[in-house]
Structure formats: structure tokens, C-alpha cells
């Protein structure tokens, strides 16, 4: 006889740790804040100890209690030295693994730098490299894995000035695929969250009021851009999030979920 669909227990997260990178402000801190809430312990990094120390301090405000790290996500050195302080403290290694951490860089390609080409792909494309070699020996251990890489609407769409921003998301689709196809044999699951354009402070720059007091216009265009009109909230990326890390997502692999309201789909309203 089939076990009966138990969404409580499918989409649980009791008894499960998870690593978030980046997760002191953001999306990142969004999406822990939210596996926390369905259960799971939280280990956080970031490069600062002094935001670090203030994340802990919202997270408990929240209830939750997170332990953050001082690592890099693109030095190996200092990642292994992560991997130790978690399991110290903790006891135990990652179930899930959510490569948050990221950098934009916008510049004309022609006035860009190699150096911040460079820098943007390591951070944004090695890091989640290097964190996901540092996790998945844990998850084979244990029988399970979840790795959630934040990609992006980028991983589709180019535009200008962040050649290597979506050359690193685009990138990042595909050491998606290929984490998926290289261990979803010893039942790890790495799927992707794109999101669409979301209010954080890495987009703020795109949403500043003009001198003239009107709406800047990218904000104006990112709105037409969009069925429903408005941005992204950190917020609207929770569910997704707990859905990739949790049971209920143990048959899907490989896959890139978008969380664009509709951006990806829509060529944009009519201009009046
Ligand atoms: P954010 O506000 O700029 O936060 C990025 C986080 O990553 C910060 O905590 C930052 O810490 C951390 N970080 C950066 N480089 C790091 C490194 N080398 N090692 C460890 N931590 C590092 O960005 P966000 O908007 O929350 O975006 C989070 C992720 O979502 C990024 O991967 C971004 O590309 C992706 N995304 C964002 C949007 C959007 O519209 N906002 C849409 C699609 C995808 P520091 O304070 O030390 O810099
Ligand atoms: C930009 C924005 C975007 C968002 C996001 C969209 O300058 O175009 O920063 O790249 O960060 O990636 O999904």
C-alpha cells in the first residue's frame, strides 16, 4: 500500500544542517532564515567577522540560532578551515549546501578589466566550485545531499555592462548539471534557484531615486519587464528554497527553477 503524502514531513528539514554562503544580509539570509524555519540547524559564512557578528544578532532576533564563519568562498585554505569549525561545532557535516555568495561588477566590457572579469567568475562561479567539493565527500557519507546554487535570470540573458556576471551565472547552470550528473548516483540533488531582478542591497544601485525625484529607469523597466509589475522580495525565494532543500524535491535534479515573476516568459508591456 502507497505511504500517504505527508507534506509536513516532505517538506521538513528537522534534524538537517545546513551551510549558507553570503547568508548575513539578502537573499542569502532570506533563504536560511527560511531553513531554519522548516527545521534545519544553520552554518553561515561570510569575509567579515564584524557582519557576521551582526547577522547572529538578526538571526537570533528571529529565534534562529545561526553560527557564522569567517571564510572566502574562493580560498580553499580557508573553506577547509570552515569545514572544520562545523563539525566542531555542530558534530555533524552538511546535509544541504546553498551557494548564495555572489558579486556584480558593472562595467562596459570594453572598460573592463581582466582582474574584475576575474574576480566576478571566482566568486561567483569558482566559489561554489570550491564549496561544493568541500561538502559533497559529507553528503556521500551520509546517503544524502542537497546543493542549491543561486544562479539567475543571467544564466538565460545577457546584458550590458555584466559580461562576467552571466558568463559566471551561465556557467553556474552548468556545474549544476554537472553535479547533478556526476553524483545524483550517491543521492545528492543539486538544482538551481534563478532568481529574477529582487530588491537587495547588490540591486540598489537600479532602484535609486533620481535627482528629479522620479523612479530611476531601469526600476521603471525591470517593472514593465514583469507581469506582475513590481521586483522581487528576498522573501519570495523562501519556499523555493525549502522545496529544493527538503524531500519533496528528492526526484528533481539537474533542474534550474526560475524565480522571476514571470520576466523569463514575458516580452514586456506595451509602452502607453
Ligand atoms: P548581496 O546583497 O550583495 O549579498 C551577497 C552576499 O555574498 C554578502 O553577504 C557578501 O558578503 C557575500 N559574499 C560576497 N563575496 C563573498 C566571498 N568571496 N566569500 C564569502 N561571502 C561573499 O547579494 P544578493 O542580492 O543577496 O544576492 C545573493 C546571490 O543571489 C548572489 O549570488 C547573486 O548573484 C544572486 N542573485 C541576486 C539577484 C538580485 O536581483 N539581487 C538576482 C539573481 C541572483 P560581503 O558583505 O562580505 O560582501
Ligand atoms: C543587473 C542585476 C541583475 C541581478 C540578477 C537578475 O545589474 O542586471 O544586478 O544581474 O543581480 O542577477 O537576475
Known amino acids: 500500500m502507497e505511504e500517504r503524502f505527508d507534506p509536513q514531513k ?60 569567517v571564510a572566502d568562498v574562493t580560498v580553499e585554505e580557508q573553506v577547509k578551515g570552515l569545514m572544520d569549525k562545523i563539525s566542531e561545532t555542530f558534530g555533524t557535516t552538511p546535509d544541504i549546501l546553498v551557494n548564495n555568495a555572489g558579486i556584480i561588477k558593472r562595467i562596459p566590457m570594453l572598460d573592463m578589466s581582466v582582474e574584475d572579469y576575474r574576480q566576478v567568475i ?13 561538502c559533497i565527500p559529507g553528503m556521500i557519507e551520509k546517503g544524502h545531499g542537497k546543493i542549491i546554487n543561486i544562479c539567475s535570470m543571467m ?83 523562501k519556499g523555493p528554497a525549502v522545496f529544493l532543500a527538503s524531500d519533496a524535491s528528492n526526484f528533481v535534479n539537474g533542474h534550474i527553477l526560475y524565480v522571476d515573476g514571470g520576466i523569463l516568459a514575458y516580452i514586456g508591456k506595451q509602452p502607453q
Request: hydrophobic share 40%; net charge neutral.
Open 122 to 134: 571566482d566568486i561567483d562561479l569558482v566559489g561554489p566550485f570550491i564549496m561544493a567539493k568541500a
Open 155 to 237: 544564466s538565460e540573458l545577457g546584458r550590458e555592462t555584466i559580461a562576467g556576471y552571466t558568463a559566471a551565472k551561465g556557467g553556474l547552470k552548468m556545474l549544476t548539471k554537472n553535479i547533478c550528473s556526476e553524483f545524483g548516483g550517491a543521492n545528492i540533488q543539486c538544482n538551481g534557484i534563478g532568481p529574477g531582478y529582487i530588491a537587495t542591497p547588490q540591486t540598489a544601485p537600479l532602484r535609486e531615486i533620481q535627482p528629479d525625484g522620479s523612479r530611476h529607469p531601469f526600476d521603471q523597466f525591470i517593472c514593465a519587464k514583469t507581469p506582475v509589475g513590481r521586483w522581487g522580495t528576498p522573501e519570495d525565494l
Open 10 to 69: 516532505s517538506f521538513s528539514l528537522e534534524g538537517k544542517l545546513a551551510l549558507v554562503t553570503g547568508a548575513t544580509y539578502g537573499i542569502g539570509f532570506a533563504i536560511a532564515t527560511a531553513l531554519a524555519q522548516a527545521g534545519a540547524k544553520i552554518a553561515f559564512n561570510d569575509r567579515r567577522q564584524e557582519r557576521i557578528d551582526e547577522a547572529e544578532k538578526k538571526y537570533k532576533e528571529l529565534g534562529i540560532t545561526a553560527h557564522g564563519f
